[in-house]
């Protein structure tokens, strides 16, 4: 293989180049480019979670497991617990789902199926600029606009409920509350869900439409019992990625949530998230136990995240059978 | 095109360091931060020295001063003697507290039907902060304030949802004035609130005062005096309800003054002397016992008697409460101790 440089690569392309021929052929390079990228975003993500783990070792070390179940949150005295927050990100989110899958889904539909492609179009550019809002500004929204809506529809709704409200429609309300979390954040996440699901919607094969369709379906059987389960796991998909920026959503929600870490089963009480509490209190954390216990909560968060993300991967498996394809 | 403006000024500005301009970094409390930007811009048009200042928060002034990652920290609350400890053990050295302006927090609220100032007593105060008193027609608030229909509805306590040196003079004040508060919340930056919803920042709080019927918060009185807000009066140690104001504010750090100590390190809250106001504070830079650098202690030293002499006389201007005259020729000796 003396020659082996002079010869041209195309020539023999089974054998075995020298090793910087090798490198300098496209094909390696973008292998290699490619690679150190995808292990790029391991390493940072490892590196993430190790630096989170290394600094919260204080509060680590001094709360244990009680640090997950303690609902003490005294910068003064030093104890921490984080489960309000986690609570108040939970509930939030939570909420947010059960506001924004059937309005965005309905609406992703509407946009794949039925509307004509004109206002289709248009309509998908609109609330594609909603995705592009930045959270501070819905929160300002979620302040100046939503929390005084609420003050003026949430009391004759509860006063209807005479004396005895449901409990999470119990005690005072005034404004900022886990309620008006989870409206700002549904309102948040629902382009997404209505962006990707129009898009997977649109992607569903049209022989299966034409087929149902001429065994004499109408077009909304057709769309609700043969498009919406052939597209369901990609509508599954933009939902956990609509659940991923609910939890981690910050901005928004401390405007309009309350920022008071307690648990009162209730959508009008005010509450606290974890995204929020770091935001708010990490820059005047002074000592060694306050901000560990401020990066521990972003640990539980990142857990949380995952968790929940790995739980939705099932979901997708479980129910997969039907789906064929995203 | 602006962008690529503001890219080739940066840059200047870091060749212009590299050649020899020594540039003094700060950072720290928010509040006193109009005051500061104003003193280092025209402090800089005079001797052309460059001073960056970071408002990020009286908890990240002494953070960043102990880790030395900033030339000198600012902060609303003076350096606890804990935190004094590590900063001596991680930096060798001990550190200086120069008291700059002075600052207020005031009780503003929205009570339907009251558009007088009301007064409040600082059992009052405490008493709805701890959740205690919880109608506004209570007796303690009813009999501070003779001829005003006080509505027989709940109080709703907003405060501040982000650690805050306006919160400290909130909570210092109540635990001076209030054994229970003392003992059940005590002070900090952020504290557990026993009632009340958070609001982010003084614009949060105000807005969130301004929403809500029948509730209470906290500003700073700077912040109040711009956005044209009402706020109550509050009873001192003599006895007066007293409105906050330059001169109300001045006279409590008077009246602190005589008992100075040494460090500086002094809360005014609560302070003896007729006219004061009892929720008053200074607000502090802090700075290194040693500075190595020769030519940033120049500056560092400079720009303090500066601050002092000339910087005082604009304080009135921004609505800042000057230092009084005691604390001034105190502190301008104290320049001294920078070795």
């Known amino acids: 293989m003396a020659t082996s440089a002079t010869i041209p690569q195309t020539a023999r392309p089974h054998g075995r180049a020298p090793f910087l021929s090798r490198i300098f052929s496209g094909d390696s390079l973008a292998q290699a480019l490619a690679f150190s990228c995808a292990t790029l975003i391991l390493a940072l993500t490892a590196l993430l979670v190790w630096e989170l783990w290394a600094h919260s070792a204080v509060a680590r070390e001094k709360f244990g497991f009680r640090f997950l179940t303690s609902t003490e949150w005294n910068p003064v005295t030093g104890d921490f617990g984080a489960l309000p927050f986690i609570y108040g990100t939970v509930v939030t989110s939570a909420l947010a ?10 609406a992703a539909i ?3 199926e039925l509307a004509p492609p004109k206002l289709s179009d248009g309509m998908t550019f609109l609330i594609e600029l909603l995705a592009a809002v930045p959270s501070v500004i819905i929160g300002l929204i979620g302040i100046l606009l939503l929390v005084p809506l609420l003050l003026t529809v949430v009391p004759p709704i509860k006063d209807s409920f005479g004396n005895h409200p449901p409990f999470f429609f119990s005690g005072p309300f005034y404004g900022p509350s886990i309620l008006a979390a989870g409206v700002v954040l549904a309102v948040m996440i629902a382009p997404f869900i209505i962006s990707v699901s129009r898009e997977v919607l649109l992607a569903v094969p049209k022989d299966l439409r034409e087929a149902a369709l001429a065994l004499g379906a109408t077009r909304w059987e057709t769309t609700w019992d043969v498009v919406v389960p052939y597209a369901r796991r990609g509508i599954m998909g933009s939902i956990f990625l609509a659940l991923a920026r609910a939890l981690g959503e910050t901005m928004a929600v401390t405007m309009v949530i309350g920022n008071s870490p307690r648990i009162v089963a209730s959508l009008l009480a005010s509450g606290n998230s974890m995204a929020s509490v770091i935001a708010s209190e990490f820059s005047e954390a002074i000592g060694d136990v306050y901000p560990s216990a401020l990066i521990e909560l972003a640990l539980v968060l990142f857990a949380l995240t995952i968790v929940l993300n790995g739980a939705a991967r099932l979901l997708i498996l479980a129910t997969g059978e039907k789906g064929a394809s995203q | 095109m602006r962008q690529a403006r503001n890219v080739l000024v940066g840059m200047a500005m870091v060749a212009l360091g590299a050649i020899g301009q020594t540039l003094i970094n700060g950072g720290g409390a928010t ?17 052309g020295v460059t001073i960056n200042y970071q408002s990020k928060g009286s908890g990240f002034g002494v953070q960043q ?17 804990m935190q004094i400890k590590e900063f001596q053990e991680k930096r060798g050295m001990g550190i200086l507290h120069f008291p700059t302006v002075l600052g207020a927090d005031v009780p503003t609220y929205n009570v339907p039907g009251v558009t007088a100032a009301l007064n409040f007593t600082p059992d009052a105060l405490a008493g709805i902060f701890l959740g205690h008193i919880t109608k506004w027609n209570d007796p303690e608030l009813v009999k501070a304030n003779p001829g005003v229909n006080l509505p027989k509805n709940d109080i709703v306590v907003v405060h501040r949802a982000e650690g805050s040196g306006t919160t400290f003079i909130w909570v210092d004040y109540l635990a001076k004035v209030s054994k229970e508060w003392e003992t059940k919340v005590g002070r900090g930056a952020s504290v557990q609130w026993p009632v009340g919803l958070g609001g982010q920042g003084n614009e949060g709080v105000a807005g969130q005062v301004k929403q809500t019927s029948n509730s209470i918060g906290y500003v700073e009185l700077i912040y109040a005096i711009q956005n044209h807000m009402t706020y109550g009066k509050v009873k001192n140690v003599s006895g007066e309800f007293i409105e906050a104001s330059l001169a109300s504010v001045t006279a409590a750090a008077a009246g602190a003054a005589k008992a100075m100590p040494e460090d500086f ?3 005014i809250t609560n302070a003896p002397g007729t006219g004061a106001y ?13 500075i190595s650098d020769p030519a940033k202690k120049k500056i560092i030293t400079d720009f303090l008697a500066w601050m002092l002499k000339d910087g005082q006389t604009m304080t009135s201007a921004l609505s800042y409460a000057p230092l009084p005259k005691e604390v001034v020729a105190k502190e301008t000796k104290a320049i001294a101790k920078i070795k």
């Open chain 2, 65 to 81: 001063i102990t880790a030395g990652t900033v030339d000198f920290g600012a902060s609303d609350m003076p350096m606890t003697d």
């Open chain 2, 31 to 47: 509040f006193p931060y109009p005051m500061y930007s104003k003193w280092f811009s025209d402090y800089s048009k005079k001797t």
């Open chain 2, 265 to 267: 390190r002094v809360s």
């Open chain 2, 278 to 290: 009892p929720i008053s504070s200074f607000t502090w830079v802090l700075v290194p016992e040693k």
């Open chain 1, 110 to 112: 509407f946009l794949a």
């Open chain 1, 97 to 106: 789902l059960l506001i924004a899958v059937p309005f965005g889904v309905g």
